[in-house]
């Protein structure tokens, strides 16, 4: 096969990384459902031992996640806050602090508050759309800034360029959580960033079957020690969730340009309705950071979060009355999911930040699938009239 560098990302994304399989080379690379792994002699085997150290399938899943990303293979984790986890695990020890954005996903909040606090890393969660911020919150003790851009559930952006200069400045890791754009769309490395975050559960596998995870870097002594805290607290992707990621891959570019297209057009009908108080969409002229969006993303996302002018109870009771989109956490699957952020993905966070976050008890967020565009408006217009908020 041609080098990486020569083909499109349509191409990688079917190619890039893939072996064939050594037995009968089938076109699919096989699943490798098993346990362990037989030796041929004491000391002697075929590069696979135990499971959750490695395994075939798994291995093949995490080439191609680096083809995308353009670094040396990933590691791939059981799920996406087993990559974040494992992450923090392998660069954070007792007394270290980390910077985090104000608006990252709620379970990575949680995992220092439940966790990391307790065993005496801190971290300080700053709005790090504000590059000063950023700065600002590092300590001697920071070894790492995570941000995630966009934001959930508001999109806010972060500048992954400028906060990686203050990285490199006071020598310390830059990790982007990329999870909403994936690597097809924002770039973190040719922008400067360390690490890249993904949960493959989300555009990567795009089907909504399987939960996951991935971590991508050049470092190879940093992926060394992500595959010695995977093994050591049994994160690792299962096999058969690996073979089936590796098939959902293949159609990534494809899958996002539908899903962008159809994204555009749902959120320029939103803001047009009189029912809408507010819309946010990086693609739209009144998105603050939209300048930024067209800097260091390729297209705005699939990701649309808006608010009713008639209010929480109207919001809810719009969710309620949906019918082909699906009242459902999570994003980046075929199937439109539409989700109120205050009750789920961020129940966890105090009432006070949530609303200083700009979380709204009323804010709907949309994960644009890849039904007709024209059938989503239609479920969302009957929703608002159902529910009397169309004016
Ligand atoms: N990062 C982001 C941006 C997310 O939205 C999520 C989950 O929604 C995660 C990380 C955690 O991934 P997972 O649910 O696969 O553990």
């Known amino acids: 096969m041609p080098s990486s560098r020569d083909l499109s990302v349509s191409t990688i994304a079917i190619h890039g990384g893939r072996t064939l399989d050594s037995h009968a080379s089938s076109i699919l690379f096989p699943l490798y459902q098993t346990s362990t792994f037989v030796h041929d002699a004491v000391g002697v085997d075929k590069g696979f031992s135990y499971s959750r150290v490695s395994n075939p399938t798994v291995d093949a899943l995490e080439k191609a996640i680096g083809a995308l990303e353009g670094t040396p293979p990933a590691v791939c984790f059981r799920t996406g806050m087993g990559a974040v986890t494992t ?15 104000d608006v990252v996903y709620g379970g990575t909040m949680r995992i220092f508050h439940e966790v990391l606090y307790g065993i005496g890393i801190s971290g300080s969660f700053v709005d ?55 690597p097809i769309l924002q770039k973190p490395f040719e922008l400067g960033a360390d690490i890249s975050v993904l949960s493959t559960t989300k555009y990567i596998d795009g089907h909504n079957a399987t939960v996951g995870g991935s971590l991508a870097t050049h470092d190879e002594k940093l992926l060394e020690r992500f595959r010695l805290i995977r093994k050591t607290i049994g994160s690792i992707q299962s096999p058969f969730e690996a073979w089936l990621v590796l098939q959902g891959i293949k159609t990534l570019p494809a899958r996002l340009k539908l899903h962008c297209e159809h994204a555009a057009e749902i959120a320029g009908w939103l803001e047009k309705h009189s029912a809408v108080d507010h819309v946010y969409y990086p693609g739209l002229d009144s998105f603050p950071q939209k300048g930024l969006a067209e800097k260091q993303q390729s297209a705005p996302g699939a990701m649309i979060a808006f608010e009713l002018k008639a209010g929480t109870e109207a919001a809810i009771r719009v969710l309620n009355s949906v019918q082909l989109c699906s009242r459902a956490e999570s994003l980046g699957g075929l199937e439109t999911l539409i989700t109120h952020p205050s009750s789920t993905t961020h129940a966890d966070v105090d009432p006070e930040l949530r609303r200083k976050l700009g979380i709204s008890d009323g804010l709907i967020r949309l994960s644009v699938g890849l039904e007709d565009a024209a059938d989503i408006i239609a479920d969302l217009e009957q929703a608002f009239a159902a529910t009397n908020c169309s004016e």
């Open 87 to 101: 992450l923090f695990l392998s660069v954070l020890r007792a007394g270290d602090h980390a910077v985090l954005s």
């Open 128 to 182: 790090t759309s504000d590059p000063a911020q950023v700065e600002a919150a590092i300590t001697p003790a920071t070894r790492i800034i995570f941000i995630e851009t966009p934001g959930n559930p508001t999109l806010k952006l972060a500048d992954i360029e400028a906060v990686s200069q203050i990285a490199k400045r006071h020598s310390i890791l830059l990790a982007v959580d990329n999870t909403f754009l994936t």
